[in-house]
């Protein structure tokens, strides 16, 4: 904001979020009106993307140039403990199969659009009224475990849990799409709609305007961890061994008081630790950390956090195509670096060490590839037979960017195999290797041609059109979200 009103001749600008309207359901509602009759002077329009699927019809969508600041949220878990009430929600589903352990779950009828509204603000209906619109909301696709959700119903159960998966239609029709975002390729909905043919397009000229492509001053950094094995909630909750009793989180933190001896170092837990472990001038950072800078005095922080999601959400996520390494990434290793970005390792004029410590040897090595030339050491807590668990297959690639690059050379060898088989089929003999080569490299049907190609950061997103024009048309106006 302050930014566009810097300018000798700045645009109009209409605000739109809770402060200036008050309640999420009267932001979509304002916003709604506002989009369905705009001005005829074009403006900069700033709303939180987390409105964007409840504005349920965008008139003149091709009229709008889309910014989006941060990866939208691609997939939601969302789980309630209801044996006896669950039929407020599964009463207005109906539930079709979708492979063998799935189905797609559909509302029958108007009457969870209703719960969802809440308009009398009941408290029990409030709890479920999140999940409501996520199932009524036409840009989710909501997914339930066959057999827990049946179980449920037959009074066998006492859990129902949603999986949901953003649909790329939610941005379809734009006249332009353009996401940023730190280390995108690891974010969901990099993955996510990679698995759907989704590609998101680097954007140079966005990126030469950037402080930095590349973390500079990798060497100042050195960064600490605890265990081998993966952080988690289990994990960190297990006791050492010792008389005292302590935990593994007990232990770390006591480690984090001996190796930030000063007490001046910023520190991220999960909400459940509700006693801070560390008097100041130690500070906690929000646990939605994303985009602040008041901490970038810190050189150095204590990273608490398990971040997994359930079990369950994890097989749900390997059925959508997505392995356990890359939701990792996704949940808990990009929401580590978000929070030490907001600390001096940020600033490339800052030439004072800085010191990371993290619960585990996974996070600590996805660092130190992202700061090139630090260095990665094992903290002694006393932790009888901490070592490694296997990893699995050895990596075959140091980056996302050769694993895309490896899959398009195979891509281009099968085709020109396939050319080649046709063209003797079809004894097409005058036809030269030369040309089948070049026939084969401009073909369409490789996995990573067709789906991503996005090498980091700022993004331009094609999506398919749904009664609009894609892109290449100047628009009237900018939505920031």
């Known amino acids: ?15 739109f979020h809770l402060g200036t309207i008050g309640g999420e359901a009267k932001v979509s509602k304002a916003l709604a009106d506002y989009i369905q009759n705009p001005p005829d002077t ?8 987390q409105v964007l699927p409840h504005i349920k019809h965008f008139a003149n969508r091709s009229d709008w140039h889309l910014l989006i600041d941060e990866a939208l949220q691609a997939v939601r878990y969302q789980q ?13 589903l109906d539930v079709s199969q979708e492979g063998a352990i799935y189905g797609r779950v559909s509302v029958r009828d108007i009457a969870l659009h209703e719960i969802a509204q809440n308009q009398d603000q009941d408290e029990i209906l409030e709890t479920l009224a999140d999940t409501s619109r996520v199932l009524a909301n036409r840009y989710w696709d909501t997914f339930v475990n066959l057999e827990q959700y049946e179980r449920l119903k037959r009074g066998q159960g006492k859990v129902l849990a949603f999986h949901s998966v953003l649909k790329p239609e939610i941005l379809a029709g734009f006249a332009e799409v353009f996401m940023a ?8 909905i990099y993955k996510v709609w990679g698995e759907q043919g989704i590609k998101f397009d680097p954007d140079p000229e966005f990126a030469k305007g950037l402080r930095y492509s590349r973390h500079q001053n990798g060497e100042l950094v050195t960064i600490f961890y605890v265990t081998e094995q993966q952080w988690s909630r289990k994990r960190r909750e297990a006791t050492c061994g010792g008389e005292d009793g302590a935990t593994i989180q007990d232990r770390m933190v006591r480690a984090a008081k001996e190796l930030f001896s000063s007490g001046r170092f910023v520190w991220l837990a999960n909400k459940s630790v509700v006693e801070n472990p560390f008097p100041a001038p130690a500070e906690r950072l929000p646990n939605k950390p994303h985009g602040l800078n008041s901490f970038a005095e810190f050189d150095d922080i204590v990273f608490l956090s398990s971040l997994n999601p359930p079990t369950d959400h994890f097989r749900f996520l390997l059925f959508r195509g997505i392995d356990g390494g890359e939701v990792r990434a996704f949940t808990y290793f990009a929401e580590a670096y978000q929070a030490i970005m907001r600390t001096s390792i940020r600033n490339p004029d800052n030439q004072l060490p800085k010191r990371i410590l993290v619960p585990d040897r996974g996070l ?9 030339g630090s260095r990665i050491q094992k903290l002694d807590i006393g932790l009888v037979g901490d070592v490694a668990k296997n990893r699995g297959r050895p990596r075959k690639h140091h980056s996302n960017l050769e694993r895309v690059a490896q899959q398009r050379q195979q891509a281009r060898e ?3 195999q396939i050319w080649a088989k046709q063209l003797r089929l079809n004894s097409q003999d005058t036809i030269g290797e030369e040309d089948c080569r070049k026939r084969g490299e401009n073909g369409e049907g490789s996995r990573a041609e067709n789906g991503i190609s996005a090498k980091s950061g700022a993004t331009r997103t094609p999506i398919p059109a749904q009664g609009g024009q894609q892109s290449g048309d100047c628009g009237q ?3 920031a979200a």
Do not use: C, W
Not at 1 to 15: F, N
Not at 42 to 49: S, Y
């Open 181 to 188: 975002g730190a280390n995108f390729e690891d974010s969901a």
């Open 414 to 416: 099968r085709k020109i």
């Open 364 to 372: 600590a090595e996805y660092l130190h590839d992202i700061f090139l």
């Open 477 to 479: 106006q900018v939505m």
């Open 80 to 92: 309630h403990r209801i044996p006896q009430t669950h039929n407020l929600i599964t009463d207005h």
């Open 42 to 49: 074009p403006e900069i329009v700033l709303a939180t993307h």
């Open 1 to 15: 904001m302050e930014e566009v009103q810097a300018r000798a001749d700045p645009p109009p600008v209409r605000v």
